[in-house]
């Protein structure tokens, strides 16, 4: 009855979802958040977030958009009615997309010029982290290099939009990301071989818990949320290219393992190039970019690792930025019944303006600041804020309410497991009970909003504060000695 796009197969499904999930958030959040918040504790506790929260705010999202083959408005309305209020937690999902692009595709930019100066040999000049921080900052300062590689990196996106789901999203995933994985593990690999990189290796892999407050698990669990894409109906939009008889299950377990995999591979690759060339993990946004660049240039193979490096950055953004814009083109494409060159289009024409003063935000916007004069956020700042720590953690608390209370456990329990395979995680049949006592149940129902609650109001706490949010400040950081991190 209806001629919506469908994967062509189920790893093609898996590769594009784990696509989208791995990316910037991997590759160059997750090494310095974990580098800024004791390393190892951080990573034990993030990952008791993706198994706890993550996992089954995954397989309902992907659910609510298999059940009903539509973009997240749509999906909320199919199952709750068209008049319901639910329709506005789809449409929080629309907005995000936005937002969350306007700055990711800036970042986006970034690595894709990264990925060009590797080739022509600039790092080999990183001699300091001075120098490194100082091309960094002129890079980003200059309008036309910033602007120039966004709209270079906008257009591969827009280009593999366009393609559509099979010939396009569902391509482009299955060639980017073996390539990924190949070239993170060579890089994982070289790094294992340099002198020093037991170090590197204990920094990611042995606790030091005197590093973890609060602000670690809720930190945590934020990041949780941006690494698997959810939150925004990313998943749900690429679970409506599903057919009724895909399995969900077993493709979330898959996802969410090859997420976490890739971040601990990225770790292992960046920490050991940065203990090695005794470098410090705490760098902030700019790990990636000062100092693994500057670390890099005292090893052997630096121009091939550099190349490789952002490369493998640039795919890893390119495979997420396609998830988000395709939110909102499914939204056009469904709800107005706009061909999707059209929707993909305007779209496009409308996130490619938002992102402009994001890329301003270095430059031209400099000063120009919101909320707070003198000491407030820049676009860039303000995007990122809102998107990830506000708009994702609400829409991953009305998915999990949705869920949980309104479309009703036991029902999205039949219809992940469709009456078959019977699994301890979703059934309770030692006591026999209903699914709402299902370990599943009671994170969806009970720990998922309760948890996610405080994490809105941490992150509002944050906001109100006159100190912009340092850490999503790329320019300029200090790097400060571990020791002290560890202290604070
Ligand atoms: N998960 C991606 C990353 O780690 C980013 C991303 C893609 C995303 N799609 C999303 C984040 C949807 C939130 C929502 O880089």
Redesign the pocket.
């Known amino acids: 009855m209806n001629n919506r796009e469908q994967w062509g197969s189920r790893t093609g499904f898996i590769l594009a979802a784990a696509g989208?999930?791995?990316?910037?958030?991997?590759i160059?959040?997750f090494p310095y958040i974990a580098g800024e918040n004791g390393g190892a504790a951080f990573l034990f506790i993030y990952l008791i977030c993706i198994v706890a929260i993550g996992l089954p705010i995954l397989n309902v999202e992907i659910l609510l958009g298999r059940e009903t083959q539509k973009n997240p408005v749509g999906a909320f309305k199919s199952i709750a009615g068209k008049s319901s209020i639910w329709k506005y937690a789809g449409a929080l999902g629309v907005l995000?997309?936005f937002t969350?692009l306007s700055f990711?595709s800036v970042v986006g930019g970034w690595s894709l010029g990264y990925t060009v100066e590797a080739f022509k040999g600039t790092f080999s000049a990183f001699e300091t982290l001075e120098i490194s921080e100082k091309f960094f900052g002129e890079s980003v300062s200059n309008v036309k290099w910033i602007i120039g590689y966004h709209t270079a990196f906008f257009l591969m996106v827009v280009g593999i939009i366009l393609l559509g789901v099979k010939s396009g999203l569902e391509k482009a995933s299955k060639f980017l990301m073996p390539t990924l994985l190949l070239i993170l593990i060579i890089l994982a690999a070289q790094g294992l071989m340099l002198d020093g990189a037991n170090e590197g290796v204990s920094f990611l892999f042995n606790p030091d818990w005197s590093a973890v407050n609060g602000e670690t698990f809720l930190k945590a669990l934020g990041h949780a949320?941006?690494?698997?894409?959810?939150?925004?109906g990313?998943m749900m939009t690429y679970g409506s290219y599903l057919s009724n008889k895909d399995d969900i299950v077993n493709a979330s377990y898959i996802i969410v393992f090859l997420?976490t995999f890739i971040a601990i591979l990225a770790g292992v690759a960046i920490f050991t190039v940065v203990f090695s060339a005794g470098g410090e993990p705490a760098g902030g946004p700019g790990l990636i970019f000062n100092v693994l660049t500057t670390s890099l240039a005292k090893l052997p193979g630096a121009y091939f690792f550099g190349i490789s490096f952002f490369v493998l950055l640039t795919i890893?953004?390119i495979t997420?930025?396609i998830?988000?814009l395709e939110?909102s083109v499914a939204y056009l494409v469904d709800e107005f019944k706009y061909s999707r060159k059209k929707a993909t289009l305007i779209m496009s024409i409308l996130v490619y303006c938002a992102a402009i003063p994001c890329a301003l935000s270095f430059n031209a916007l400099e000063d120009v600041k919101l909320f707070v004069q003198d000491k407030g956020f820049t676009f860039f700042d303000v995007a990122d804020f809102l998107?990830?720590n506000l708009l994702?953690p609400l829409g991953g608390f009305f998915i999990a309410v949705f869920a949980g209370y309104v479309w009703g456990i036991d029902e999205v329990v039949k219809k992940l497991l469709k009456g078959d395979s019977q699994s301890v995680y979703f059934s309770n049949s030692i006591l026999r009970s209903s699914s709402n006592k299902s370990i599943f149940g009671v994170l969806i129902k009970f720990l998922s909003p309760v948890l996610i609650i405080l994490v809105l109001l941490y992150a509002i706490s944050e906001g109100l504060k006159t100190d912009p949010p340092k850490e999503e400040m790329p320019v300029e950081q200090e790097v400060a000695p571990v020791e002290e991190v560890l202290d604070a």
């Open positions: 989208s999930a791995v990316g910037l958030g991997n160059w959040k995000a997309s969350i990711y949320f941006f690494t698997l894409s959810l939150g925004m990313a997420d890893a953004a997420s930025a998830s988000i939110v998107a990830s994702l």
